[in-house]
């Protein structure tokens, strides 16, 4: 089973139009999901998510997600060395997975599996 790097990073924000204005300026281009409660923009190969008010998982600060080829193996991996599962792995649509760990010091660490 692989880990094949971080490629999303969501952020919380708490005004998703102003938020949407800051990224498309620094990174130069319009998002490529524009939502109510979604914005996402795929720049190089990275994907920067905007989530109005830390969403449903209630994120308080940016979270990474690492991108595995098998989230439920890379999930007892990372609670055998003692990370916490924060939100089990669950389809968030298309068949993908997602999931988080909390680490020994406290920071939410993603992951996600594709189909």
Known sequence: MTTQGI??????????????????????????????????????????????????????SPVTYWHVSDIEAKLAELTAAGAEVKEAAHEVGAGRLVATVIDLDGNVLGLIQDR
Do not use: C, N, R, W
Request: no cysteine; charged share 15%; glycine share 12%.
């Open 7 to 60: 490629k999303t990073v969501l952020h919380p924000v708490s005004d998703l139009a102003k938020a949407k204005a800051v990224y498309a300026a620094l990174l130069g281009l319009a998002p490529q999901t524009d939502s109510p409660y979604y914005v996402g923009f795929d720049a190089e190969g990275q994907h920067i998510g905007l989530v109005p008010d830390g969403g449903p998982q209630g994120m308080t």
